[in-house]
């Protein structure tokens, strides 16, 4: 641009014709090009647009024959086959739905549907919930469906289609092995009058004589009812149709029974599966007539694998001679009914020996310190390698006067003969802070630490401390840790560690629960004091973090824990949870499909989405 056109850019002033008439001049040829080239662009637009259309009719009648040559067309059966079965639910047996694996794949295609009901493995797993106390299934409206006359009606007519449909599924299976959860839903306290209408229909027995006719390929059974629904079913098993079971979950509700008298209805026909190898029982009624068979040595205990004893009357006395009856157990979970200050046997107890067992979870549920001390001085596992012991107030039982029973960490004697343990788990009291310290000082190169009480637990216990008010529940909002994760922190002064000490110098793997006090700078500090030790040689590297706080974030550490770690090459997995306010999930009637399965998401309904980091 002319310096004089320049200078015009700069004021306001008017400019002459001659100085109009250059400007004209000098603009004619580039507006011609500009419209040839808005030309050009138009007529690009319009074959572009062209080619748009082309390629959309070209795509659609390429699309029209694609599903023809879709690779789920072309699999091999078997391939599909094992598709479908990984479909099913992996954490629970399948319900009688439409909006999940096995049936919502007969509703898919033809072809799908016909291979999905010719396929036996996915029908052989089966969750079946009866209504229960049919007084209690119609105390709420939502309920009831307006389309029946009476609320009869309809619990008749989804009893009757239950029965249907559990037969017509059970006999797709073929000769596999069946794995079966039944849930009939009740109060723990009420009992069932067989004779009052629409009992007297006998639909209850009529679907439990269904399942006694797959008895024969009964595997895997998980029971919850009441125990008086639980004799009507027992009265028609017989031993020698059992032939197949293998894991066995009973579960009953009811009132805590009188021990002082000897209860004769038992599942002994259960009990008795020649090939039974996994056992769990929760329940007082149910798991008394244990106690009482170990006059009388029950010949199957020594082929069991697994073992869980859960709100149990076997009591804490007779325990250790449960466990000399199996020998061969890997896996055990214990809760024994505690005893009464004074009743404890002071005896030494003949040595449980066994040498398989690598997992050990113990519940003490309130017995004394000295009774569980026994309990640990009698088991000898030598290749145990995961120990998780709680003493938790959600239930510890309280003597008349009201003071609680002493607790102390009582497996010590264990670690010293169980050299390979290298997982520990604790729920206790912070009144034996001390007694924890001194349990992790004990030497054992443990590599992964769980503290605190899990949601799940914490759930748990609260609906246990419901049914038998002799519990007594925990505040839910406890003013300190009972475990202060600083103790970790490398290099920080305290009273319980000697100088110089680190505390669990070779852990990898720490996971704690229910968290208030210890903040975020805290676990900052405790994570880079870890990450620089690392470095130096001086303690393992502290590579997966897990913790759910009781509280709301206070800061965001994920930055500059990832740069630490990044500088330090090594690798992290961090998860961190911390509390909101809760939210109610939606509820299902009593007659549905899927009533009387716990939903772990709920349990996190008032929690933050998990921050995660990995490096």
């Known amino acids: 641009m002319e310096p004089h056109l320049v200078e015009l850019l700069h004021n306001n002033d008017p400019p002459s014709e001659a100085i109009v008439h250059e400007i004209m001049e000098l603009l004619a040829k580039p ?53 479908f079965y990984h479909c099913l639910p992996t954490h629970r047996n399948p319900i009688m739905s439409a909006s999940e694996a096995p049936v919502l794949l007969t509703r898919v295609c033809s072809s799908w549907r016909s291979i999905a009901l010719s396929f036996p493995y996915i029908w052989a797993k089966l969750y079946i919930p009866i209504a229960g106390d049919f007084h209690i299934t119609y105390s709420s409206k939502r309920d009831y469906t307006e389309t029946f006359d009476t609320p009869e009606e309809e619990f008749v007519r989804v009893m009757e289609t239950r029965c249907e449909v559990v037969e017509q599924w059970l006999s797709r299976s073929g000769s596999c092995p069946l794995s079966l959860s039944i849930s009939y839903s009740c109060t723990g306290h009420q009992t069932i009058n067989w004779e009052e209408p629409p009992y007297s229909k006998d639909l209850p027995d009529k679907l439990f004589q269904i399942l006694l006719s797959f008895c024969d390929r009964w595997s895997n059974i998980e029971i919850l009812m009441p125990h008086n629904v639980y004799q009507r079913l027992q009265t028609s098993i017989s031993m020698d149709k059992l032939p197949m079971l293998q894991t066995l979950k009973a579960k009953f509700d009811g009132p805590e029974p009188n021990h002082n008298v000897q209860t004769t209805d038992h599942p002994s026909t259960l009990l008795a599966a020649p090939n039974l190898k996994e056992l769990s029982l929760n329940a007082f009624r149910f798991t008394m007539d244990v106690r009482n068979r170990l006059i009388t040595p029950f010949s199957r205990w020594n082929q069991l694998l697994t073992l869980c004893i859960d709100s149990s009357a076997v009591h804490d006395r007779d325990l250790v001679d449960l466990l000399i009856q199996c020998p061969n157990l890997v896996s055990c979970t214990l809760r024994p009914k505690p005893l009464m200050p ?242 109610p999930g939606p509820a299902s009637g009593r007659l549905s499909a899927s009533f009387g399965l716990e939903d772990d998401d709920d349990l996190d309904s008032d929690l933050e989405p998990p921050t995660r980091l990995a490096t």
């Open 31 to 83: 507006s011609k090009e500009l419209s040839e080239t808005e030309a050009e662009i138009q007529r690009l637009e319009a074959q572009l647009e062209a080619l748009k259309e082309k390629r959309l009719r070209l795509q659609t009648s390429i699309d029209a024959y694609a599903p023809i040559l879709s690779p789920a067309r072309r699999l091999p059966l078997d391939v599909l086959c094992e598709i």
């Open 342 to 583: 004074g009743n404890a046997r002071a005896e030494p107890q003949a040595v449980a020996y066994l040498p398989s067992l690598k997992y050990l979870t113990f519940d003490d549920g309130g017995s004394t310190s000295e009774a569980v001390q026994l309990i640990f001085n009698s088991i000898n596992a030598p290749l145990l390698t995961s120990i998780a012991y709680s003493n938790s107030q959600d239930y510890r039982m309280y003597t008349r006067s009201g003071s609680p029973y002493s607790c102390i960490v009582p497996f010590t004697s264990l670690l010293g003969r169980s050299t390979t343990v290298r997982k520990m788990a604790l729920d206790l009291p912070a009144e034996v802070y001390s007694d924890i310290i001194e349990c992790l000082q004990i030497g054992v190169p443990l590599t992964h630490l769980v503290v605190g009480q899990t949601r799940k637990a914490r759930k748990r216990n609260r609906q246990l401390c419901s049914i038998f008010p002799s519990y007594k529940v925990q505040d839910e909002d406890p003013q300190e840790d009972f475990f202060d994760l600083n103790l970790l922190t490398i290099g920080k002064k305290s009273s319980l560690l000697s100088s110089g000490e680190i505390l669990l110098p070779n852990l990898e793997v720490l996971e704690a629960h229910q968290i208030s006090t210890f903040t975020d700078e805290n676990l900052l500090e405790m994570i880079s004091s870890r990450i620089d030790a690392s470095t130096r040689g001086e303690a393992s590297v502290l590579s997966y973090i897990k913790i759910q706080f009781d509280r709301p974030k206070q800061m965001d550490i994920m930055g500059e824990l990832f740069g630490r770690a990044k500088a330090a090459g090594i690798s992290m997995k961090l998860e961190l949870q911390y509390s909101l306010t809760a939210k």
